[in-house]
């Protein structure tokens, strides 16, 4: 089913199960993917993904689909609520004849449909989700994923911080689940790799109600060397906003987890903060070298007329994963499917990405780099793409960490 | 102490915008006795309008200006709002009105996403006020004095509005005693469409005033409208002073939590609310409700009956059709009834407290999502079987519904309803705070049924008896001498308690009653979904059966569960369009205003009209 | 004849105000006693106090001897006081006929009882009494929709459900229709009669007063200034005084006796 305004729903209601045939003519029936997400709640992260995704399908249907049959994702907007998506999840895979799910930006959405994934027996990529427990305390044979976990995310910056002379480090992250992940793995890798570290404050605001000035002093007077930063959307701005005109990061190293990323970088505007350390993506910077990169951005920017964020990337990237998975399985089958998924390679823009088969992890990185002002607005520079491999746990402890193998 | 006076100004400074929101909420209140749940609404678009303002007018004064005209644009939106949708349902029975300003949030979020589109929206800095002052070395930013300095004037300038004016005096008169003003000769509506220019342009003035402190996203206007309730409700509902030092209270209060528990920021000003609720059940400034027995508009409730045998043979052949759905329906059918069956259920319990008991609960999801978690606690940390944790699940629900209802029925009407919503966060904060427990917001994963109970289909069987069997208790609950004894209690507490009813008792064991029956609901819930998220102890939750109940109809013995079907049924079909937030508001409002008595209401009244139930008494 | 009734230096006081003033009577068994007074005598806020809706500040209300100042309205109904109110208050969700259930059902203890329907409770009994006050051919009309009249012998009917042994009655007749006044009176006192019951009335329809109380007492700024037969009273030139001076007449005219004073106490 395609999206609607919902003038035309009524309009064709009865024709509401239907999909639109004349788009794909072609051949055979389409393969179909459930595809649940936040496409209200979280409207600024869910529609830059959709069109990553939607571009990916274009591409791969233009080229004869997959199995010679096109690949067709049916959205559905599950209100940002776990149990809503489980019931969309039955209906997708049970009435709408998808062959596997994919979707949801929320670590607990996706954390629900992973459960139902392994009681069930369907496979579903958790596309952007980042909670750890996803492929690990969580973890099932049905379920994998795609972006660089909390934990990967996390061991890049500390390993940046590491190599600093900070000893001090205070931390501010949202209090719920993501935060607290975040700000432990940041911890745990660095004082791993430098035990030296001291850490002389936590904050940790509301998630989307922080009282920035509140925590701004609150980390003033803990005097840190340098300050972890874990917060996002208008949090991060207000956090921002109110760090710089008190002067908080005046001489201090900011290290800031996603930070980078166009979605919560752009909306700041002149404001941005400069020198700070931060994962995210830099779109406006891949030249020719950058092959791939480059020719998804100016794909992207053909396509849909405005500049891809991260999420455009990680929707592509998922389109991409599945057509290759469906493409190795030979066959829609579940079980098909689920087995050409595990040490899956697949070409991507950001490079070869393998889906492991220890924990269902694909080994997608991030860019890590340094923000700077350029013409008004925010932007990483010195940036370097750090692959994913290289920031998971070993072979040993992935194992204890997946309880259900 | 240089740190400590600026953590002092950082709470004022919050406290301004929180302080114009809620008193725009307290005069509401105060003068049309409705609970505005759009408030936060308002006050979104009040960041939305005022930005697009400032992009336009240029300068300091352009910036004010906008600040201004923000708040008229979005007062006259309220007045818009006022006529077209409350006015015609001010004759509905008591806090009615809410659901239908909770379709205004629906409709207003997808309109505010049409125009403004998805993207946060950073607010701009207040020119000439960029920098910061020091005082006693600490920077404190100036916008944030300009703040301070502003609120005392317009608490100031409302002050003087209502107590030196004659409109003031009339709005002060019509909080004390509406009918009054009404037998004065003002035009009460044209009083009340004021009042809600008024209100509502507080709520505007204090969306624009933030923008240099944050921005305007799509997500503010819940997020404001705890906050704003927890205020108005510390305040005393109604009071202008009690609404402005208890916003400096909870923003102050909140800095230092900020700085010396830094955990806290999830509980603390409901920690405080609970607390200065015990102390005084009306808030600081706040008189007791005089929400009496004759204060009760609308028509009067009908005695009940048991069914008569057409409507038992109705619903036994209803009930015969849904026992066929795994025959004629599909596998999505199942789990689509099965979903609805046990909101069905959750919605019914709710009911019943409020239809027989009177007892208006904005935090009942405490105990669906308690009986969730008890049941998913006992299965992951105990092996516990299915069974054994549905049958402990209400238990556990209803033991949290003895100790919670103990403390809330000291207050009354939208005090006991705010002490409930405390509850139920203070609850939330916990499962999710807990995260060594409870999981946090990551939840508690892999909680299936027994192996027996498997498949969809016997699953739907099982909810299919629990739930009906539990909407048929408490439906015979009503019938009996503790149903009766309950709406005694509710119809006159003065006689109940005159022919030896303990009435607060009475009423208390409804509460863990109908909480044990949400706990039901929880414990099914729990298994047919595999797993369960602090969402379910949500105030969204709770608002989610509120509604029902009121759109299936207080008044009617039916209306929890006819409610929650039919809003089940539909959110299911209108989420799958781009704009459902939109159309279901809408409904809502459109039910809200044609069936003012409720689905079920207005179904008897149609009913009754063609001949098939008997008619009322009073309408013969 | 016993005492059923005592009642020893009650006192009450809003801040400086004295609204009862160490009043102290008793009420025997079967009597009709009346307590009059103007306005604002005091007269509810003493009812208030014995009926355990108004904690008293001083003295005490002995009930068989047994003392019960202090306890909740519930308790001094369960020890056998009924009362009916000066605005009535009944349930408006029932029927006629249930309302009086109501009050039998808790009679019988059995208010937390979930099984048995409650409309099929104790339904003879309940009509029997509605029979007693002349409600039974209204017995299954929506209480809501009664006369004013037929409210206030309902509420005789539900105190009468507990079979008690003092009844209250605060201003019985307020509101209602001159003729309706004397019948509902005629059937109190055939009720005191009857059964045995003790009564307290208070009541500004002197006519009401002198035709059916056995002894009346006035009640003046809270303080009892008389106590006595109904003679007595006619011509204690005190009360005269009082009521004359308050600008009322022992015999007035027909019309209202005036709207009924918002009750005291209740808030």
């Given at each position: 089913m395609q999206r609607k305004t919902f003038l035309r729903g009524l309009i064709g209601a009865a024709l509401l199960a239907g999909t639109s045939p004349a788009a794909f003519a072609q051949s055979g029936e389409p393969i179909k993917i459930g595809e649940i997400n936040h496409y209200k709640r979280m409207a600024a992260f869910a529609e830059p993904y959709k069109k990553g995704i939607e571009l990916a399908l274009e591409e791969i249907n233009a080229e004869g689909g997959v199995l010679g049959r096109p690949l067709e994702f049916i959205f559905r907007d599950d209100q940002g609520d776990p149990g809503e998506a489980i019931k969309i999840a039955e209906e997708l895979m049970t009435r709408d004849g998808a062959v596997m799910l994919t979707g949801t930006i929320l670590s607990n959405v996706g954390l629900a449909i992973a459960s139902l994934a392994g009681e069930k027996k369907w496979v579903y990529l958790a596309a952007e989700p980042l909670a750890d427990a996803v492929t690990w305390s969580a973890g099932n044979p049905y379920t994998f994923r795609l972006r660089a976990s909390t934990y990967m995310q996390a061991a890049m910056l500390a390993e940046a911080a590491a190599k600093t002379d900070a000893v001090k480090y205070a931390t501010i992250a949202p209090n719920y689940a993501y935060g607290k992940d975040a700000v432990a793995a940041f911890k745990e890798v660095l004082t791993k790799l430098k035990p030296d570290v001291e850490f002389v404050a936590e904050q940790w605001p509301a998630l989307f109600k922080i009282d920035s000035g509140a925590e701004v002093q609150a980390l003033e007077r803990a005097k840190p060397d340098a300050i972890y930063n874990v917060t996002f959307g208008t949090d991060l701005a207000k956090f921002v906003r109110d760090g710089n005109t008190r002067g908080l990061f005046q001489g201090r190293t900011v290290y800031g987890l996603l930070s980078g990323e166009p979605e919560y970088l752009e909306p700041l505007g002149d404001e941005a903060p400069e020198g700070w350390v931060v994962t995210g993506y830099p779109w406006y910077d891949f030249n020719e070298d950058d092959g791939a990169n480059k020719t998804f951005v100016d794909a992207y920017q053909d396509r849909w007329g405005e500049t891809p964020k991260i999420g455009s990337l990680v929707g592509y990237m998922a389109a991409e994963s599945i057509a290759a998975a469906i493409a190795k399985a030979g066959s829609t089958e579940t079980e098909a499917i689920r087995a050409a998924f595990e040490g899956l390679p697949v070409e991507t823009p950001v490079g070869q990405i393998t889906y492991r088969e220890i924990d269902n992890q694909a080994t997608m990185g991030a860019f890590v780099g340094t923000t700077a002002l350029q013409d008004g607005a925010g932007v990483m520079v010195d940036w370097t793409y750090l692959d994913g491999a290289d920031y998971l746990p070993s072979d040993e402890e992935v194992k204890k960490l997946r309880p259900s193998e | 102490m240089g740190l400590f006076l600026a953590q002092l100004l950082t709470g004022l400074a919050n406290a301004g915008a929180l302080f114009m929101v809620a008193s725009g909420l307290s005069l509401i209140f105060g003068v049309t006795r409705i609970v505005n749940f759009a408030h936060g609404s308002f006050y979104m678009l009040g960041a939305y309008v005022g930005y697009t303002l400032m992009q336009v007018l240029p300068g300091m004064v352009g910036f004010w200006g906008a600040i201004l005209l923000a708040g008229i644009i979005v007062g006259l939106i309220g007045v818009i709002v006022e006529i077209c949708?409350?006015?015609?349902?001010?004759?509905?029975?008591?806090?009615?009105?809410?659901?239908?300003?909770?379709?205004?949030?629906?409709?207003?979020?997808?309109?505010?996403?049409?125009?403004?589109?998805?993207?946060?929206?950073?607010?701009?800095?207040?020119?000439?006020?960029?920098?910061?002052?020091?005082?006693?070395?600490?920077?404190?930013?100036?916008?944030?004095?300009?703040?301070?300095?502003?609120?005392?004037?317009?608490?100031?300038?409302?002050?003087?509005?209502?107590?030196?004016?004659?409109?003031?005096?009339?709005?002060?008169?019509?909080?004390?005693?509406?009918?009054?003003?009404?037998?004065?000769?003002?035009?009460?509506?044209?009083?009340?469409?004021?009042?809600?220019?008024?209100?509502?342009?507080?709520?505007?003035?204090?969306?624009?005033?933030?923008?240099?402190?944050?921005?305007?996203?799509?997500?503010?206007?819940?997020?404001?409208?705890?906050?704003?309730?927890?205020?108005?409700?510390?305040?005393?509902?109604?009071?202008?002073?009690?609404?402005?030092?208890?916003?400096?209270?909870?923003?102050?209060?909140?800095?230092?939590?900020?700085?010396?528990?830094?955990?806290?920021?999830?509980?603390?000003?409901?920690?405080?609310?609970?607390?200065?609720?015990?102390?005084?059940?009306?808030?600081?400034?706040?008189?007791?409700?005089?929400?009496?027995?004759?204060?009760?508009?609308?028509?009067?409730?009908?005695?009940?009956?048991?069914?008569?045998?057409?409507?038992?043979?109705?619903?036994?052949?209803?009930?015969?059709?849904?026992?066929?759905?795994?025959?004629?329906?599909?596998?999505?059918?199942?789990?689509?009834?099965?979903?609805?069956?046990?909101?069905?259920?959750?919605?019914?319990?709710?009911?019943?407290?409020?239809?027989?008991?009177?007892?208006?609960?904005?935090?009942?999801?405490?105990?669906?999502?308690?009986?969730?978690?008890?049941?998913?606690?006992?299965?992951?940390?105990?092996?516990?079987?299915?069974?054994?944790?549905?049958?402990?699940?209400?238990?556990?629900?209803?033991?949290?519904?003895?100790?919670?209802?103990?403390?809330?029925?000291?207050?009354?009407?939208?005090?006991?309803?705010?002490?409930?919503?405390?509850?139920?966060?203070?609850?939330?904060?916990?499962?999710?705070?807990?995260?060594?427990?409870?999981?946090?917001?990551?939840?508690?994963?892999?909680?299936?049924?027994?192996?027996?109970?498997?498949?969809?289909?016997?699953?739907?069987?099982?909810?299919?008896?629990?739930?009906?069997?539990?909407?048929?208790?408490?439906?015979?609950?009503?019938?009996?001498?503790?149903?009766?004894?309950?709406?005694?209690?509710?119809?006159?507490?003065?006689?109940?308690?005159?022919?030896?009813?303990?009435?607060?008792?009475?009423?208390?064991?409804?509460?863990?009653?109908?909480?044990?029956?949400?706990?039901?609901?929880?414990?099914?819930?729990?298994?047919?979904?595999?797993?369960?998220?602090?969402?379910?102890?949500?105030i969204a939750?709770?608002?989610?059966?509120?509604?029902?109940?009121?759109?299936?109809?207080?008044?009617?013995?039916?209306?929890?569960?006819?409610?929650?079907?039919?809003?089940?049924?539909?959110?299911?079909?209108?989420?799958?369009?781009?704009?459902?937030?939109?159309?279901?508001?809408?409904?809502?409002?459109?039910?809200?205003?044609?069936?003012?008595?409720?689905?079920?209401?207005s179904l008897r009244k149609l009913g009754e009209r063609i001949g098939f139930l008997n008619a009322a008494e009073d309408k013969r | 004849m016993s005492a059923v009734l005592t009642v020893e230096h009650l006192s009450r006081a809003f801040g400086a105000i004295k609204a009862v003033d160490d009043v102290s009577f008793s009420l025997e068994q079967g009597e009709l006693l009346a307590l009059i007074g103007p306005n604002g005598a005091g007269k509810s806020t003493c009812f208030n106090m014995l009926m355990g809706q108004l904690k008293p500040t001083g003295g005490l209300v002995r009930l068989n001897g047994e003392k019960i100042t202090g306890l909740a309205p519930r308790q001094i109904w369960r020890k056998g006081v009924g009362r009916t109110f000066q605005i009535t208050a009944t349930y408006s969700s029932m029927t006629v006929v249930e309302n009086v259930q109501m009050s039998l059902i808790s009679h019988h203890r059995r208010i937390y009882s979930m099984l048995p329907y409650a409309h099929r409770l104790y339904r003879a009994r309940a009509l029997a009494l509605l029979d007693t006050v002349g409600m039974a051919d209204q017995a299954d009309r929506h209480c809501a929709v009664l006369a004013y009249g037929d409210l206030k012998r309902l509420e005789l009917a539900v105190a009468l459900a507990h079979e008690p042994k003092l009844l209250l009655m605060d201003e019985p007749t307020a509101g209602m229709a001159p003729r309706e006044r004397i019948a509902l009176m005629q059937l109190t006192a055939d009720i005191v009669r009857d059964q045995g019951v003790s009564c307290l009335f208070t009541e500004h329809d002197m006519d009401v007063v002198f035709a059916h109380a056995h002894r009346i007492m006035v009640l003046n700024r809270g303080q009892l200034i008389a106590n006595g037969t109904v003679d007595e009273i006619r011509n204690n030139p005190q009360v005269q005084e009082v009521y004359l001076g308050g600008g009322m007449l022992f015999n007035p005219a027909d019309g209202p006796a005036g709207t009924p004073e918002r009750e005291t106490g209740h808030a």
């Open positions: - | 949708v409350l006015r015609p349902v001010y004759s509905a029975p008591e806090l009615f009105q809410l659901v239908a300003t909770f379709g205004v949030i629906l409709v207003i979020q997808d309109l505010t996403l049409m125009i403004w589109g998805a993207e946060d929206l950073l607010g701009p800095r207040a020119p000439g006020l960029k920098g910061v002052v020091r005082i006693l070395d600490e920077p404190v930013p100036q916008y944030d004095l300009a703040l301070i300095a502003i609120t005392p004037f317009v608490a100031f300038a409302l002050w003087y509005l209502i107590s030196k004016t004659r409109v003031g005096i009339l709005v002060r008169a019509a909080t004390q005693d509406r009918e009054m003003v009404g037998a004065l000769g003002v035009n009460q509506s044209w009083l009340f469409t004021g009042v809600f220019f008024l209100g509502c342009a507080l709520a505007g003035l204090g969306g624009a005033v933030q923008l240099p402190k944050g921005g305007a996203d799509l997500l503010m206007d819940f997020n404001i409208l705890t906050s704003v309730f927890v205020v108005v409700v510390i305040g005393g509902m109604g009071s202008l002073p009690g609404a402005y030092l208890a916003a400096v209270i909870i923003s102050v209060l909140n800095v230092f939590g900020v700085s010396y528990m830094p955990q806290s920021t999830l509980v603390l000003m409901f920690v405080v609310m609970v607390v200065v609720l015990i102390f005084r059940p009306f808030g600081l400034f706040g008189k007791e409700e005089v929400a009496g027995e004759h204060g009760q508009v609308g028509e009067p409730e009908r005695p009940i009956k048991p069914a008569g045998l057409r409507v038992r043979m109705l619903v036994l052949a209803g009930l015969v059709l849904l026992g066929l759905i795994p025959v004629l329906g599909s596998n999505f059918a199942e789990v689509l009834a099965t979903d609805i069956l046990i909101f069905c259920l959750f919605a019914a319990s709710l009911h019943f407290m409020l239809g027989q008991g009177g007892l208006v609960s904005f935090g009942h999801a405490a105990f669906f999502g308690g009986g969730a978690y008890v049941a998913a606690l006992l299965v992951t940390y105990a092996d516990t079987p299915m069974e054994l944790a549905m049958v402990l699940a209400p238990l556990g629900a209803g033991l949290a519904a003895v100790v919670i209802g103990w403390v809330c029925l000291r207050s009354t009407g939208v005090y006991f309803a705010m002490l409930t919503l405390a509850f139920a966060q203070l609850l939330w904060s916990l499962v999710f705070q807990w995260g060594d427990i409870t999981g946090g917001d990551d939840g508690l994963v892999n909680i299936w049924p027994s192996a027996w109970a498997s498949s969809n289909t016997v699953f739907f069987y099982l909810a299919l008896v629990i739930c009906v069997g539990g909407i048929l208790l408490l439906r015979h609950a009503a019938h009996s001498p503790f149903g009766y004894a309950l709406r005694a209690a509710r119809d006159s507490a003065r006689q109940a308690e005159a022919m030896g009813i303990h009435t607060k008792r009475i009423q208390w064991v409804a509460f863990a009653f109908a909480g044990a029956m949400a706990g039901i609901a929880g414990g099914l819930f729990v298994f047919s979904k595999g797993s369960v998220f602090p969402n379910e102890l949500e939750r709770s608002f989610d059966a509120l509604i029902v109940v009121f759109l299936g109809g207080v008044k009617t013995l039916s209306g929890g569960w006819v409610g929650g079907a039919s809003f089940e049924a539909v959110k299911d079909y209108l989420t799958r369009f781009e704009y459902w937030r939109l159309a279901l508001g809408l409904l809502i409002i459109g039910v809200v205003i044609l069936a003012p008595e409720g689905i079920v209401g | -």
